[in-house]
């Protein structure tokens, strides 16, 4: 069992930075890839960014590449998504998902099996 607390959000003038953290309980923390989805009411959860059980491999969706960088720290089981350069298109209610032990892929919601209850992102212009 593997619970996920998501917090950081809030409201940003675009061209600003957050940063959301993600505290995990439970024993298999750095034996799952994380990841973050975001999602705008009555759209799909959107892939963000995800980050492998070492934190040695992080992947990104094309839409954030090169401004949000995901980041972990297995000691403090904790995993971390810094946005910069928001804009208003980022906002969203974003997740921290864990990734089941028996899945392989990254980006697909399917194969996460714990999140957390999200936490609203809102980047003003």
């Known amino acids: 069992q593997v619970q996920l607390v998501e917090s950081g959000g809030g409201l940003v003038q675009a061209g600003g930075s957050l940063r959301l953290s993600c505290a995990a309980s439970?024993?298999?923390?750095?034996?799952?890839?994380m990841g973050w989805f975001r999602q705008l009411p009555g759209k799909e959860r959107e892939f963000v960014a995800a980050?492998?059980?070492?934190?040695?491999?992080?992947y990104y969706g094309d839409s954030v590449k090169g401004r949000f960088t995901i980041a972990r720290d297995n000691a403090k089981n904790t995993v971390y998504l810094q946005m910069l350069s928001l804009r208003p298109e980022d906002t969203a209610v974003y997740y921290c998902?864990?990734?089941?032990?028996?899945?392989?892929?990254?980006?697909?919601?399917?194969?996460?099996?714990?999140w957390g209850q999200g936490t609203q992102v809102t980047v003003s212009s």
């Open positions: 998902a864990a990734r089941a032990l028996y899945r392989s892929r990254l980006n697909s919601v399917d194969d996460y099996d714990y």
């Open positions: 439970g024993r298999t923390f750095s034996s799952r890839a």
């Open positions: 980050i492998s059980g070492s934190g040695g491999n992080t």
